[in-house]
């Protein structure tokens, strides 16, 4: 599986220590899309790069991380075919999968503690979509984005 991670200046520490997660997984490859340092960046362009891998089909989910993970989760969800999820818990990082198919897993690097980003990202990897009736769930969500876009 590849994976995509990008993080604004708030959650570059948090970037690191989940990078350090997704080594855990032998089947993962990472690409980090930055930032690498303190500077201030615009969470929407750390998005547009995480999301950009996805769409182009460089990458199967992407992680994307801001000071509270509501920018950037925000900012993603306004790409076509991006269902980011912005998740505090483990119990809706399962969720987010199973039941909605997030392809982004968003966080807040100054809301989200180094051992609850671990589980919540371990459980995000390891849950796959359960399909069936989530799945016309997520055609008619997609589908407003057909609906808004015309």
């Known amino acids: ?27 993962i490859r990472v ?26 089909g460089k990458a199967d989910r992407g992680i994307a991380l801001c000071g509270t993970g509501i920018g950037i989760s925000i900012a993603a969800n306004k790409i076509d075919g991006i269902r980011a999820a912005l998740c505090t818990d483990v119990y809706s990082a399962i969720m987010s999968r199973r039941h909605n198919d997030a392809n982004v897993l968003a966080m807040g690097g100054r ?10 990202v371990r459980a995000w990897i390891r849950t796959e979509f359960e399909g069936g009736r989530h799945a016309r769930r997520i055609e008619k969500t997609m589908a407003l984005e057909e609906q808004t876009n015309h």
Request: negative net charge.
């Open 31 to 56: 690409k980090d899309v930055g930032t690498f340092g303190k500077e201030a960046v615009d969470y929407p362009d750390v998005a547009q790069k995480v999301c950009a891998e996805i769409i182009a």
């Open 111 to 120: 809301v989200t503690g180094f051992g609850p980003a671990g589980e919540i």
């Open 1 to 27: 599986m590849n994976i995509v991670i990008g993080s604004d200046h708030g959650a570059v520490e948090l970037k690191e220590e989940i990078k350090m997660v997704l080594h855990e997984f032998s089947d």
